[in-house]
């Protein structure tokens, strides 16, 4: 089955107004990059501003709420964000796991919220070094997909990333062959999950993704795309990565 690739960055909490002008470039690359995909997950505060400026750029947010509104003082709801001109939302990022304490049960209900309210997920999963070590990361990931993921999950609106804590932000990869590995394992829990929906659901790589490495690290089976964090947050290191999709 062949998939698109998608190519997703994070800002996390970086960039400002005068950043924005690095989407220019990337939105720019993002047009000429016809079989690829491209999106860019920005602090909320950056949210409007960056769907303005480039509005042909899937611009989403880095988190919601699990609820649609409420007494939830300093929390941002999917349908806010969809007003402000998100079209998707990360969720069940390892730094929210692990700054926030939240659980796969969070990820599966912040999931769904968006969903209700129309965005596209980016589901995050992903070991620990030490669960690594410990030979436990396919038990690991195969135990958050089954927590996390919605029964109604199919590919028009859902995005599995497996992104192992230990590579993140540290210029550590996975070989490729323990890629692959996790890759054909989290689509064989997804298919248990929603049966055939699971072929069309892309199934990103994240963790110390660069333009030097993206080639390799994309062309891997079932690696249907990138999500990307430090080498997001300029043009000059995003669009290689963007250029590499493409190429395959
Ligand atoms: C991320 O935070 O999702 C990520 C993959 O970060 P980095 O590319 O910096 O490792």
């Known amino acids: ?38 999106a860019m997950a920005v602090p909320f505060t950056l949210i409007a501003p960056a769907a303005e400026r480039v509005p042909g750029l899937a611009i989403g947010a880095e988190d919601v709420h699990d609820r ?17 001109g998100a079209s998707f939302t990360i969720v069940g990022h390892s730094e ?36 690594r070590n410990a030979g436990r990361a396919e ?12 029964d109604n999950a199919d590919g028009s609106w859902f995005t599995l990333a497996y992104e192992p804590r230990w590579a993140i932000g540290t210029g550590r990869t996975p070989t490729v062959e323990d890629i692959a590995s996790i890759h054909a394992i989290a689509r064989a829990k997804l298919r248990m999950l929603i049966g055939d929906a699971a072929d069309e659901v892309r199934i990103l790589y994240g963790g110390s993704v660069t333009g030097e490495n993206a080639a390799t690290l994309l062309a891997v089976e079932n690696v249907d795309g990138a999500l990307v964090g430090g080498a997001s947050l300029t043009a000059e290191k995003f669009v290689p990565i963007i250029e590499a999709a493409a190429r395959l």
């Open 96 to 131: 929210r796991r692990a700054d926030q304490g939240e659980t796969s049960q969070d990820a599966w209900a912040k999931a769904a919220a968006a969903h209700r309210s129309g965005l596209h997920v980016i589901l995050c999963c992903g070991e620990t070094e030490a669960e």
């Open 1 to 38: 089955m062949a998939r698109r690739k998608l190519v997703a960055g994070n800002w996390k909490m970086n960039g400002s107004r005068a950043a924005l002008a690095e989407l220019d470039a990337i939105a720019a690359a993002a047009k000429s990059a016809k079989g690829v995909d491209v």
């Open 139 to 150: 038990r690991v990931v195969q135990a958050q997909i089954e927590k996390s993921v919605p």
């Open 68 to 84: 649609d509104s409420g007494a939830h003082t300093g929390c941002v709801s999917a349908g806010m964000v969809k007003e402000a």
